[in-house]
């Protein structure tokens, strides 16, 4: 199953889902509100379906600031408190760069192929 959800900002979610996993595909940028809350909704369904790992693949996103960062914190948060596991998976060099300098890299898993996501 795949399904887009646009929002109102720089950001798009392109959703597909195979067996227990699902897949968000983040593109373009993540730090206006509209594009936050699209996000933690999407991420909100995904716990009420009770799949067991979200992936999110961050590799076509090229901007994320501070309150995008806490969202991944707080949905990081939620899924592990809802027993399920989320993957950072694809990170260009600059967003790469922005979670290695805020420190998330440290207890975030993050995937950089396809091979690590198994």
Request: charged share 20%; proline share 1%; glycine share 8%.
């Amino acid at each position: 199953m795949d399904a887009n959800l646009s929002t109102a900002g720089n950001m798009e979610i392109v959703i597909s889902v195979s067996g227990d996993v699902s897949t968000f595909n983040l593109i373009g940028q993540l730090w206006r509100k509209d594009d936050l809350s699209s996000l933690e909704a999407a991420v909100e369904e995904f716990i009420v379906e009770k799949k067991s790992v979200l992936v999110l693949d961050i590799s076509r996103l090229s901007f994320i600031n501070s309150q995008g960062l806490g969202l991944l914190v707080r949905c990081h948060v939620r899924l592990g408190d809802s027993g399920a596991k989320m993957i950072l998976f694809g990170p260009n060099e600059a967003v790469s760069e922005v979670i290695e300098l805020s420190g998330f890299a440290m207890f975030m898993t993050i995937a950089t192929t396809e091979g690590e996501l198994d």
